[in-house]
């Protein structure tokens, strides 16, 4: 059974940067499509971004492009999700979630109800 955790939060200046984690045991993530999500209080759950099993290609919202990116090191079993110019509104907890694709799959979503394999999350503070 796949477990995912995630790490690399914590407490960052606005403008500054971060580099979240997500890694698996139990099984490995090329059998995967991953997307990592967020949460802030009181608020839904949003996808940030999503990496394909067949090629690694990535989609991400609008909300997203330009200061987030994803990419995954298939010898360490990791995703992660790096952040730049990070602003107070990004202060939430993060989440990485995995779907089992098939091996030529480009599927991807960040759509939070179509994932399976959930971490417990990573807390993100932006504050100065």
């Known amino acids: 059974q796949l477990q995912l955790v995630e790490s690399g939060g914590g407490l960052v200046q606005p403008g500054g940067s971060l580099r979240l984690s997500c890694d698996a045991t139990g099984s490995t993530l090329t059998f995967y499509a991953v997307a990592w999500f967020r949460q802030a209080p009181g608020k839904e759950r949003e996808g940030l971004a999503c990496i394909r099993r067949a090629d690694s290609g990535t989609s991400y919202p609008d909300s997203a492009k330009g200061r987030f990116s994803i990419s995954r090191d298939n010898a360490k079993n990791t995703v992660y999700l790096q952040m730049n110019d990070l602003k107070l509104e990004d202060t939430a907890t993060y989440y990485c979630?995995?779907?089992?694709?098939?091996?030529?799959?480009?599927?991807?979503?960040?759509?939070?109800?179509?994932?399976?394999?959930w971490g417990q999350g990573t807390q993100v503070t932006v504050s100065s």
């Open positions: 979630a995995a779907r089992p694709v098939g091996p030529i799959s480009t599927w991807c979503s960040n759509t939070r109800t179509l994932f399976n394999f």
